[in-house]
Nanobody, 117 residues
Framework: QVQLVESGGGLVQAGGSLRLTCKASRSIFDSHVMGWYRQTPGKERELVAKVTVGRDTHYADSVKGRFTIGRDVRASTVILQMSSLKPEDTAVYYC???????????WGQGTQVTVSS
């Protein structure tokens, strides 16, 4: 069973910063593509950023230059550092792990991020 434990959401003013973390088991962290998605009511879940085992990263255009994703290998944790936050970044953020050989996604429980104007 894949377990992803998220933390770090909350309320912040526009222009502020937040840091999201997602802890995974060692076997998952060492083999899966790890990422963050977000979703707002009535919209599909969208990719925010992802990082491969080899630390290649990919970002949504809307967050490039503001968000940074990284892996903390010792803690088997993926970190999303969010800066210059905008009200349109308000969403539930979900940690994701993807097993390419299974073509299967796994999800955390979600954490709310609210950016006030």
């Amino acid at each position: 069973q894949v377990q992803l434990v998220e933390s770090g959401g909350g309320l912040v003013q526009a222009g502020g910063s937040l840091r999201l973390t997602c802890k995974a088991s060692r076997s998952i962290f060492d083999s899966h593509v790890m990422g963050w998605y977000r979703q707002t009511p009535g919209k599909e879940r969208e990719l925010v950023a992802k990082v491969t085992v080899g630390r290649d990263t990919h970002y949504a255009d809307s967050v490039k230059g503001r968000f940074t994703i990284g892996r903390d290998v010792r803690a088997s944790t993926v970190i999303l550092q969010m800066s210059s936050l905008k009200p349109e970044d308000t969403a539930v953020y979900y940690c994701n792990s993807y097993a390419p050989w299974l073509n299967r996604n796994y999800w955390g429980q979600g954490t709310q991020v609210t950016v006030s104007s």
